[in-house]
């Protein structure tokens, strides 16, 4: 089972990134994908999840608007559309595969990605 983050980088606030989180290893429709962060110093944080069919999204209120996240189940693949984005937003950003529905939890999640870096300037 792999996670693999990408589309990280620098960017301006008020910019746009898109990340991409590809799987492998699973039945890709049969998780819940979710997005974390993780800043320096700083806790990891619940960002945004997605369900298995795509149906149902979920968002931290810091992003609610502002990120989304969807899902193309026939690539095993998920995105994060960030726009909006303001140095708070400064953090490597984790996908996680997990199979419990309508939780935020990064426990229970059981895999993750390594993450790609997300740097917001002012």
């Known amino acids: 089972v792999q996670l693999q983050a990408s589309g990280g980088g620098l960017v301006q606030a008020g910019g746009s990134l898109r990340l991409s989180c590809a799987v492998t290893?699973?039945?890709?429709?049969?998780?819940?994908i979710g997005w974390f962060r993780q800043a320096p110093g700083k806790e990891r944080e619940f960002v945004a999840r997605i369900a298995r069919t795509g149906g149902v999204t979920d968002y931290a209120n810091s992003v609610k608007g502002r990120f989304t996240i969807s899902r193309d189940n026939a690539k095993n693949m998920v995105y994060l559309q960030m726009n909006k984005l303001n140095p708070e937003d400064t953090a490597v950003y984790l996908c996680a595969g997990g199979v419990y529905s309508g939780t935020s939890r990064s426990d229970d999640y059981a895999y993750w990605g390594q993450g790609t870096l997300v740097t917001v300037s002012s």
């Open positions: 290893g699973w039945t890709f429709r049969g998780y819940v």
